[in-house]
């Protein structure tokens, strides 16, 4: 959640001790990708090459202060921190073979092209509060975030010139959300907020005409509404439902997609408007079944220019307002059906999963068609001693449909999908011992 702050309501009482959590991360990362990129598209000192090495470190720090008192005779939490992340990346770019002519080897790491340092620094800082009164409850909260990114470029030969640079980020996102407590087994609610979304350095690593980060793209802001309702129903059923919608200024989104190598732009404005809902229950007897579904209708609300088909540098395709954004279906739904017999500690289950048509591309010119696939699951558990062991076994697609799994959003040459695998199983052994 991006927004935490509040103000002290009146009559607030003497606080308690306030406790602090402070928590800390610090992975690494290294990688080293082969595209399929053309020798004759690699020939200009502009374009950084064929193959890509990566090597990333980063690290974050996040410390809270809590504070739990009372306002009004019923408790009031107060929530604030500061999280501050690093990211540390070396980038190198080499051309995907050597020699020229008969001498000429494909598919190897080749001369250098691209060599640079980036890094990415943020720094947040909320606050939240939520009061909990018998029949109301008011969350409030506000995060300021800032986000800049810095790149020192080492290769520097002939037209492909220093393109180190810099550019930063920052917004202020508030949330409010109101809760009613109708009764015991009903909870109506609504809530509504800001967003903010910096692109990532995946998304800045190409300028749609050569090597250099894109500092041109812009972070995309949101605001954002949802009403929904969470109850208790007989025999042990839940319910929650929400209808939700979200519209977002200078959306991110794909300008080029070709050889294995994405550019970024933004879009102007879209608009998300959708309904979700989830039951889950027990049908006796070790029976129980849970059903999830999400209608969602992700719209671009103003037309914009995009890429034809490559080599493109400059958009000059027209998409008007109302095309659907790619690579988001319409429905989604998953169903489940299982049975647990305690004494020997025996799960099974049985998974449904529907995915509705999606567009592949910005002009809507090719849709994915929807796919129903099912799943099969079982595992035992044992206590022996200390140790605690399960074994387990899954079936996914078990009726081996063939189907695009994914999309590739705006690929150049039409190649827009990917093929999911097909009928695929799973056998495995978990242990664990108790000291």
């Not at 001369?111 to 509060?129: P, S």
Request: positive net charge; charged residues 20%.
């Amino acid at each position: 959640m991006k927004c935490i702050r509040s103000k002290s309501p009146p009559g607030a009482a003497s606080a308690t001790r306030p406790s602090s959590r402070p928590f800390r991360w610090r992975p690494r990362r290294r990688s080293r990708q082969f595209q399929a990129i053309p020798v004759a598209t690699q020939a200009p000192v502009t374009q950084p090459g064929g193959v890509i090495g990566l090597s990333r470190s980063y690290e974050g720090t996040d410390g809270r202060w809590v504070m739990r008192t009372r306002a009004l005779g019923t408790p009031l939490t107060v929530t604030a921190g500061l999280t501050t992340e690093r990211l540390d990346e070396h980038r190198l770019g080499f051309q995907n073979f050597t020699g020229t002519g008969v001498a000429q080897v494909l598919g190897v790491e080749g001369a250098l092209r691209r060599d640079e340092d980036n890094r990415v620094r943020t720094f947040d800082q909320y606050v939240q509060g939520v009061w909990e009164g018998e029949r109301v409850s008011v969350t409030a909260g506000v995060r300021h975030s800032r986000a800049r990114f810095d790149s020192r470029d080492h290769f520097i030969s002939g037209a492909n010139g220093d393109d180190s640079g810099a550019v930063a980020y920052s917004a202020t996102t508030p949330v409010a959300g109101v809760v009613w407590h109708a009764n015991d087994r009903l909870n109506l609610y609504v809530s509504a907020g800001r967003g903010f979304e910096t692109p990532t350095f995946n998304e800045l690593a190409y300028r749609p005409g050569g090597g250099g980060l894109n500092f041109n793209l812009r972070s995309a802001t949101s605001r954002q509404l949802e009403v929904g309702a969470k109850a208790l129903l007989g025999g042990n059923w839940k319910l929650n439902a929400a209808l939700f919608e979200a519209r977002t200024s200078d959306e991110l989104v794909v300008l080029t997609n070709s050889g294995g190598r994405s550019t970024f732009q933004n879009a102007g404005r879209t608009r998300r408007r959708g309904f979700e809902a989830a039951l889950d229950g027990t049908l006796g007897g070790g029976w129980s079944a849970s059903i999830a579904a999400t209608a969602l209708q992700a719209e671009y609300a103003t037309g914009f220019l995009t890429c034809g088909p490559p080599p493109c540098t400059v958009p000059t395709v027209a998409i008007p307002a109302g095309q659907r954004i790619p690579g988001i279906p319409r429905t989604m739904l998953f169903g489940e059906l299982a049975w647990t017999h305690k004494p020997w500690g025996l799960e099974t289950a049985a998974e449904l999963r529907h995915t509705g048509r999606m567009a592949v591309d910005d002009a809507n010119s090719d849709f994915a068609g929807a796919s129903t696939v099912l799943a099969l699951r079982a595992s035992l558990r044992q206590a022996v001693g200390a140790w605690r062991l399960r074994e387990f076994v899954r079936v996914d697609n078990v009726t081996d449909r063939r189907y695009a799994g994914s999309v590739i959003v705006n690929e150049g040459n039409g190649r827009f999908f990917e093929p999911a695998p097909g009928r695929n199983w799973l056998l495995g052994v978990n242990a664990a011992y108790t000291f």
